[in-house]
């Protein structure tokens, strides 16, 4: 199979033909540390990771870049408020970030670079829009400069909207722009602003805008034509839209790809700060597991919302554990070999590698990580030692894919047991739940139906409800329902 994505640009499906054989160079808007993350910005870093690991495992050489936007309006802002110098506003929360990101088995990117050390190369790129006649310098003696929307007909084009419908540009004051949907490439630096945040330009201290921040990294790590860039749905206007149309204004070709992930959402509105319905990274750790949390955010198709609540989130625990479950017994049964194989040396099985060239089916992907599951549960219950170890090892090989592979030594990273966040008694629960229904799944490929029957009465009795479904067996507990 070949892979296929989803370009944000051109609405299609597209086969994914890299810019150099081999090769494929990915960039990911990454954090403005203004305040700590929440499950939204998991959400972009996990659905690209799953990218990466899988343009990996299809055997490209994987540049992937992750920037900082560590100078910024909001950071200035929100460091005044909190009495602490901006950079440290910032690196504090950065920290913050990277945690998050290790907690879901994020990969580390190639490079993570912070707008602070490009700030000469941005005052470059601004040089050669101002040559092009693409910007201009505010005559209002702020020291800005805007990006001129009207000397760039093809503005536009990756939303699909006219610039006439567009709304006016908020970086900025009106009085220095010629147009009000004109962005700010460069922001002049202001009394009340510390003189640490500017930086000289020939047309005055000041720093760079945020669009013009990621161009300029994006093309100084991966060239100025390179494969894919990604991101939130939520970046796609204004700050993707202003990227495109300011690198291209200044003759570098830019992306190939574009793609974007959808929202997490709560009773179906975005989750963001701005409207105060975000779950925060730590307080979500201390309900459910990492392990628990990753499976949740890769379980829907990353061009779907998920919607959060306490059910998605049990949910999530549920089925991870499940393939933790089986993983540990299958270790138990066949020996070093399940845990010790190398998963990127098993071959995946076709309808996997098949659902993730299909733009990164992740839902389909998973149904096939849970038929070996519970293939691998009645090969268990039959003693058939060496279906076991071919469930377990295909296993691995899927869910290291997904960042899922329970024996990944990233979910073991010094963390007590009791600090995971997943409770002793739900895992004893949800694994002895698996033993009952694995004998009754042995029980009905054996056509027995009365101990099918006799397990689905002690789980009733147990106050665990067991529905069949197409996609197997899902049990609930009384409480639950």
Same mark, same amino acid.
């Given at each position: 199979m070949t892979l296929r994505l989803h370009d944000s640009a051109t609405h299609e499906i597209r086969e994914f033909v890299p810019l150099v054989p081999g090769k494929a160079g990915v960039y990911v808007c990454g954090a403005t540390p203004q305040s700590g993350p929440h499950l939204g910005h998991l959400r972009a870093q996990v659905a690209f990771d799953v990218l990466r690991r899988w343009l990996a495992r299809s055997?490209?050489?994987? *540049?992937?870049i992750r920037n900082l936007t560590d100078v910024d309006d909001k950071i200035l802002d929100r460091s005044a408020r909190a009495g602490r110098p901006w950079w440290a506003h910032g690196f504090l929360f950065e920290q913050e970030f990277a945690a998050a990101y290790d907690a879901v088995n994020v990969l580390r990117p190639t490079y993570e670079p912070r707008a602070t050390g490009h700030a000469t190369e941005m005052v470059h790129l601004v040089q050669r829009l101002l040559d092009a006649g693409h910007a201009y310098v505010a005559q209002d003696g702020s020291g800005d400069v805007y990006f001129d929307v009207s000397s760039w007909p093809p503005y536009g084009e990756l939303t699909r909207q006219s610039p006439d419908s567009m709304e006016p540009s908020d970086d900025g004051p009106a009085r220095g722009k010629r147009? @009000? !949907? /004109?962005? %700010?490439?460069?922001?002049?630096?202001? @009394? /009340?602003?510390?003189? *640490?945040?500017s930086w000289p330009a020939p047309w005055g201290r000041g720093r760079p805008g945020w669009h013009l921040e990621c161009s300029t990294m994006a093309t100084r790590y991966l060239g100025s034509e390179f494969d894919i860039h990604g991101g939130g749905l939520d970046l796609r206007f204004p700050h993707h839209e202003n990227e495109l149309a300011q690198s291209r204004a200044a003759g570098d070709r830019f992306a190939r790809y574009w793609l974007h992930n959808a929202w997490v959402v709560q009773s179906g509105e975005k989750m963001s700060k701005s409207l105060g319905n975000t779950l925060g990274v730590d307080a979500l750790l201390r309900q459910v597991s990492g392990e628990a949390v990753r499976y949740l955010l890769v379980a829907p198709h990353y061009r779907s919302n998920i919607e959060i609540c306490d059910r998605s989130l049990s949910d999530a625990a549920t089925a991870f554990e499940r393939i933790r479950s089986f993983l540990a017994r299958a270790r138990d049964t066949c020996g070093d070999v399940v845990a010790g194989t190398d998963p990127a040396s098993v071959e995946l099985p076709a309808d996997f590698v098949t659902a993730m060239d299909d733009d990164l089916g992740t839902p389909a992907a998973l149904a096939v990580v849970h038929d070996t599951v519970r293939a691998g549960n009645v090969a268990l219950a039959s003693g058939d030692k060496e279906r076991v170890q071919g469930s377990a090892l295909a296993l691995r090989a899927m869910t290291d894919c997904l960042g899922l592979d329970p024996f990944d030594p990233a979910w073991r990273s010094g963390k007590r047991e009791e600090d995971r966040g997943s409770p002793g !008694?739900?895992?004893?629960?949800?694994t002895l739940v698996d033993l009952e229904l694995e004998a009754r799944a042995l029980a009905r490929s054996t056509r027995d139906?009365?101990? %099918? /029957?006799?397990? !689905?009465?002690?789980?009733?009795?147990?106050?665990?409800t067991v529905t069949d479904t197409p996609e197997g067996p899902h049990w609930t507990l009384e409480d639950e329902n």
């Open positions: 055997g490209y050489e994987v *540049t992937f147009d @009000p !949907r /004109d962005f %700010a490439l460069w922001k002049g630096s202001k @009394p /009340d602003e510390p003189a *640490t945040a !008694r739900d895992r004893a629960l949800a139906w009365a101990a %099918a /029957d006799a397990v !689905r009465d002690r789980l009733s009795a147990a106050g665990i």
